[in-house]
């Protein structure tokens, strides 16, 4: 088939289109919902009951705001990158993967400086913290990945990643407040180690669920 | 592009052929294989077809429209390395080289005709022939009955039996 008798074949196969929203529109679509639903999920699981107490901790605050920046971050950009030709720079995209990583080292010298004080680690698994990041953030990450997939990401895969980073992070966020447990190890193992894989996983997710919808072959 | 979102199928056919024009040039300065330009540039074309409700008319055209042509180019371009890499020397030592694949030609065919079934259509046939669902899995996932997909299906291959033996000027 010829180039010019294919345009032919697409001009006459033709439908009107329903036009998607701007990125910035369908990120605020989205994160407002998201958002709602993480504080709907963190009142049912019940705050942790010093939790007032523990908001006049700088370091609770800087995390919390860190990963709320991480959410923001990585909702708009998931969401300009799933439309051509509103890309944005190779290093804007990867402002939420900085992030995370200034959270890491946070909570590393967080880990030192109580490991300096001679306070001993609460033993014991954090997999009920799993668990609330999972529950908490199954909605939202979802969610992003159905609108996403409405549009058509050119690097499926980075765009899988950051939206569930952006979910992950703000699933965190509900389980840091429901979670009594303060020390950084278990934050860290708990608490960002299933984040970073969300992201990763994301990776996987994304090529998967966001090639297959543009496919159509 | 706007009127064509719209339905404006005489606007739309205009646009493809100013962007063809565009693409192959842009194809051309950036591969070295002349044979793989229409390629190229077929693939841009079902892409902008394909996403065409992403474009935002606040925004302008050629941005979007060269991005979709660099990623078509890239995945091309990597696609056939893939296909090169996968070729098997003849173990007579002659010059003549074994595909472990398919020709590509007749995948070439069938999938320019795939681009041109209803969205219904290529989904159904893709589900069933491509992903192994059952008449039932894809009717609770596309949301029609079991059978609307059978009819959705029928009426695939039909059409895609049609495009497929109608005479082409060659390619």
Same mark, same amino acid.
């Given at each position: ?28 679509? %989205? ?5 709602? #639903?993480?504080?709907? =999920? ?12 523990? *908001?006049?901790?700088?370091?609770? %605050? ?35 993967? %900085? ?29 009920? #913290? ?26 499926? =895969? %980075?765009?899988?990643?950051? *939206? ?36 990763? *996983?994301?990776?996987?997710? =994304? ?11 | ?9 005489? !606007?739309? /056919? ?20 002349? /044979? ?54 003849? !173990?007579?030592?002659?010059? /003549?080289?074994?595909? /472990? ?5 007749? +995948?070439?065919?069938?999938?320019? !005709?795939? !681009? ?21 899995? +894809? ?33």
């Amino acid at each position: 088939m010829e180039t010019e008798q294919f345009v032919r074949s697409l001009a006459a196969t033709l439908r009107p289109v329903r036009r998607l929203r701007p990125a910035r529109w369908r990120a605020v679509l %989205w994160a407002v919902p998201a958002v709602l #639903c993480v504080s709907i =999920g963190t009142v049912l699981l019940g705050p942790r009951s010093d939790l007032l107490s523990r *908001a006049a901790n700088p370091q609770f %605050w800087l995390q919390s705001a860190l990963l709320l920046i991480v959410f923001a971050a990585s909702s708009a950009i998931a969401f300009r990158t799933s439309v051509p030709g509103s890309e944005v720079a190779g290093h804007v995209r990867a402002l939420p993967l %900085w992030g995370l990583l200034v959270w890491g080292f946070v909570l590393a010298a967080g880990a030192w400086a109580w490991e300096s004080r001679g306070e001993a680690a609460a033993g014991g698994s954090g997999w009920i #913290c799993v668990s609330r990041i999972a529950l908490l953030g199954v909605v939202p990450a979802v969610s992003a990945l159905l609108m996403l997939r409405r549009a058509a990401a050119l690097r499926p =895969g %980075w765009t899988g990643s950051i *939206a569930l980073l952006s979910a992950a992070s703000l699933a965190v966020v509900g389980t840091q407040m429901v979670c009594a447990r303060d020390d950084p190890w278990h934050i860290f193992v708990w608490h960002f180690l299933p984040a970073a894989a969300c992201g990763l *996983a994301g990776v996987l997710l =994304g090529r998967r669920f966001l090639v297959t919808s543009r496919s159509g072959l | 592009m706007c009127l064509a979102q719209d339905g404006d199928a005489r !606007a739309y /056919e205009t646009l493809l052929l100013e962007v063809t024009a565009l693409v192959r040039r842009f194809a051309r300065t950036r591969v070295r294989q002349p /044979e793989w330009v229409e390629d190229i540039v077929q693939e841009t074309l079902f892409s902008i077809h394909r996403d065409r409700h992403t474009y935002d008319p606040s925004r302008p055209f050629l941005p979007w429209m060269y991005a979709i042509a660099r990623h078509r180019l890239l995945d091309f371009v990597v696609k056939q390395r893939r296909l090169e890499e996968k070729e098997i020397p003849a !173990a007579s030592g002659g010059e /003549e080289r074994v595909w /472990e694949d398919p020709p590509r030609e007749p +995948i070439r065919l069938l999938r320019r !005709a795939l !681009a041109l079934l209803s969205f219904n259509q290529r989904e159904v046939i893709r589900l069933l022939k491509l992903e192994g669902f059952s008449v039932l899995e +894809i009717s609770r996932r596309m949301g029609l009955s079991e059978s609307s997909v059978k009819v959705t299906a029928h009426r695939g291959y039909k059409k895609l039996r049609a495009l497929l033996t109608e005479p082409s000027d060659g390619d």
